[in-house]
């Protein structure tokens, strides 16, 4: 395929710039500012080689510094007409990211861009065509997530490129992270590249979800997917509430409880790191699997002060992690001992390439059951994923199907003090080798461990406030002074700067439709695939009964 | 016998930058700001300044018309003016005709004397001040006063031209190139075209 296609609008030509800050394209005369974005993206037709680039900044410009103090005479149209274009002018800063090659075949993609385009270098704004060339067309390894701000061309993810390291959705409250990771989570479902588990804080990615803005109900994976999706739940009581079709009851044995998990609930139990340092000394005392059914079991203050004197463990600290501790009585979902193992459940499910979203019902307001819980059976998940993988590398077995593990609120699981201890952490900074990686979703992203953020390779960020939030989330990326000015600019709804592996380059995109019109149906049945997910609609209903008669 | 049909008058004076245009005809000279068509090769000459005075340096005017009620009395009183008086036009060369086409900018030699010059056609004019090397070459000369002349010549092109108010925006716009770091003056210039 040839990219020498037409070119979009002529917008103006190239005057001046450099690679680190991009080029500043002078507007043609006849062409607007004000029709111009922020995130657009152009061509840029150099003397040997087509680049292709997004505009980073738009600003105005006049070749007599003295415009200000000294304006023409503008209601006068006539004045006005000549002096805007050869004495004011609209200018772009854009940012060039790739080469296009002079053909497309197999071998030859568009490539980042290593240089800039000559002066005078004609710039046009980007075509359906060229994006098509460049963010490709919705197939079995790309899914669509929305369209360039300006036109209606599709913007595309490698979904394989996505699931082979971690993904960081970033957005202050209520600018769509849940919609965008419904998303995410779909585009991995339908490639079939990896299976997910979602830890599902809010109850509502496996049955339906609300949309507030809209008021009304949106059908989550379960529904889409069916028998692509298993549903565990924390609560079943809720879940039958919700009428959710829960697939699995999980249970959580006082045996499976590690005091590496106190450690990451010092935060939300309120404990001193002498008080959960303790439950190190308790392991010690009562054995492993052991020893939160014998701490719990304590009848007394009198018995944990005895306990304390004996294992050289400050009193107070050690009553004080009794009494929080024992908020895990009131949970319902924890057992002396567990029915059922759920961890071998999810895995079972993992493996048949099922995906499991674990709903949490009335705990997901509580976050020590939600960290307690997501690290628990992640760290044993890890675990299985570890020891099959090295298997496999020593030619037992087959290595275990890859693993997308997905995460609200990950910064308490991720925060700076903690991300070295948990489980986690060391999904984060792994990579792919033990084929798990993370999909975290976050409002406080400057919260998160700097090592992990500069491990995870695509991250979708909607609208952020914060400064800090910004750098952290930009901390790596190539052109981050011109993606802040992107980023801070955003929407606060249905906008999403996406940038990292999963895309060819940082793109702003209007994310595509959940649960309006037809959008479960382009879900479920892709056009580019045949068949398709789910239940048949009524037109295929309709068409089976006529085949019947 | 008059001048021969729209002859304006002969060329006296002429270097490659300048020439002088005595018209045959006192007072009968196109307004400042036109453009003549002098010589062969024709080149073409920009009306900078008009000017009557006596034909001999040495014999000065004098006031004649002390009795006189208007000044056409005066003239009527003294036929003999026209033979002592000339209306001479001082020229800015402009431009000369290539490959049969008018372009601004100098000619390669200056009119002959005595060449002949004549109103410049209207889509000769029209070619030539819409030309962005017209604009440079005047903003460039050593006119005293060359936003005036700028004007004047903008003005009456524009009258002639089938298109006056195109004439006047393309030759605006090659102004505004040559004055973007001048503002007010640019100003001042577009105001009066208006």
Redesign the interface.
């Known amino acids: 395929m040839s990219v020498d296609g037409p070119l979009g609008e002529p917008l103006g030509m190239v005057v001046e710039g450099s690679l680190s800050r991009g080029v500043e394209v002078r507007l043609n005369p006849g062409v607007s500012v004000e029709e111009i974005q922020e995130g657009v993206y152009v061509t840029i037709k150099g003397e040997r080689r087509l680049f292709f680039g997004m505009v980073t900044d738009v600003s105005l410009g006049s070749s007599d510094p003295r415009l200000a103090q000294s304006p023409p005479d503008v209601s006068d149209p006539f004045i006005a007409r000549i002096v805007s274009g050869a004495v004011t002018y609209g200018a772009l800063s854009v940012m060039p990211m790739l080469t296009m090659p002079p053909v497309l075949g197999d071998e030859e993609k568009p490539q980042p861009a290593k240089t800039v385009p000559a002066h005078f270098s004609i710039t046009h704004r980007a075509s359906q065509r060229d994006m098509e060339v460049v963010f490709g067309k919705e197939d079995s390894s790309r899914f669509y997530i929305g369209n360039p701000l300006d036109m209606e061309a599709q913007v595309c993810l490698n979904v394989e490129e996505l699931v082979k390291r971690s993904t960081g959705v970033f957005g202050k409250s209520g600018t769509g992270k849940t919609f965008l990771t419904r998303l995410l989570l779909v585009g991995i479902l339908q490639r079939d590249v990896a299976s997910s588990l979602i830890f599902d804080m809010h109850n509502e990615y496996g049955w339906a979800g609300q949309d507030t803005d809209r008021n009304r109900q949106v059908q989550g994976l379960k529904q889409l997917f069916q028998s692509k999706v298993s549903v565990f739940s924390l609560d079943p009581e809720s879940s039958i509430r919700r009428g959710s079709k829960m697939d699995f009851e999980v249970q959580v044995g006082y045996d499976e409880v590690e005091p590496a998990d106190v450690e990451l609930l010092r935060q939300t139990l309120n404990l001193s790191e002498v008080a959960a340092a303790a439950a190190y000394d308790l392991e010690r005392k009562f054995g492993r699997k052991k020893w939160l059914q014998a701490f719990l079991g304590l009848a007394g203050r009198q018995e944990v002060y005895e306990l304390a004197n004996e294992i050289g463990v400050n009193t107070a600290a050690l009553a004080t992690l009794h009494n929080r501790l024992s908020q895990l009585k009131r949970y319902a979902f924890m057992k002396p001992r567990a029915l059922d193992d759920s961890v071998k459940r999810i895995l079972e499910r993992l493996d048949q390439g099922v995906h499991v979203v674990l709903e949490f019902g009335r705990y997901g307001s509580n976050l020590s059951a939600y960290i307690l819980v997501a690290n628990l059976l992640t760290r044993r998940i890890h675990q299985r994923y570890v020891q099959r993988t090295e298997a496999a590398e020593g030619g037992s077995g087959a290595a275990p199907r890859p693993l997308v593990i997905c995460i609200e609120e990950a910064h308490r699981f991720l925060n700076p003090n903690i991300a070295s201890q948990t489980i986690f952490g060391d999904i984060a900074r792994e990579l792919r080798k033990y084929n798990v990686t993370l999909m975290v979703i976050d409002q406080r992203p400057s919260a998160i461990d700097s090592e992990v953020m500069s491990q995870i390779g695509t991250k979708v960020t909607c609208s952020l406030d914060d400064e800090r939030d910004v750098d952290a989330t930009l901390s790596g990326a190539q052109g981050r002074r011109e993606l802040r000015s992107v980023l801070q600019k955003l929407d606060p709804k249905q906008q999403a700067l996406v940038f990292g592996h999963a895309v060819p380059l940082p793109v702003v995109v209007r994310i595509r439709e959940y649960g309006a019109g037809g959008s479960f149906q382009d879900l479920t049945r892709p056009k580019w695939q045949e068949g398709g997910y789910g239940p048949p609609t009524d037109e295929e209903l309709d068409e089976q009964l006529k085949a019947l008669d | 016998m008059g001048p021969a049909q729209g002859r304006i008058g002969e060329v006296v004076e002429a270097s490659s930058r300048r020439c002088a245009v005595q018209c045959y005809r006192l007072y009968e000279s196109p307004p400042l700001g036109a453009l003549a068509r002098v010589g062969d090769p024709p080149v073409y000459a920009l009306i900078t300044e008009v000017s009557t005075e006596a034909l001999d340096p040495g014999r000065p005017v004098i006031a004649r018309g002390e009795d006189a009620a208007t000044v056409e009395e005066v003239y009527r009183s003294n036929p003999q003016l026209d033979k002592l008086l000339c209306t001479r036009l001082r020229c800015l060369i402009v431009g000369h005709l290539r490959d049969g086409a008018p372009v601004a900018g100098l000619p390669p030699l200056p009119p002959k004397i005595h060449s002949f010059a004549h109103p410049c056609p209207a889509d000769e004019a029209e070619a030539l001040v819409s030309s962005p090397d017209f604009a440079r070459l005047l903003l460039n000369s050593d006119l005293p006063s060359p936003d005036e002349v700028i004007v004047a010549c903008l003005r009456l092109a524009g009258r002639q031209a089938a298109d006056g108010q195109g004439l ?2 393309r030759a ?2 090659a ?3 040559e ?6 003056r ?2 001042a210039i ?2 009066r ?2």
């Open positions: 006047l925006h605006g716009n102004l505004a190139r004055l973007s770091d001048q503002v007010p640019l100003n577009l105001r075209l208006t």
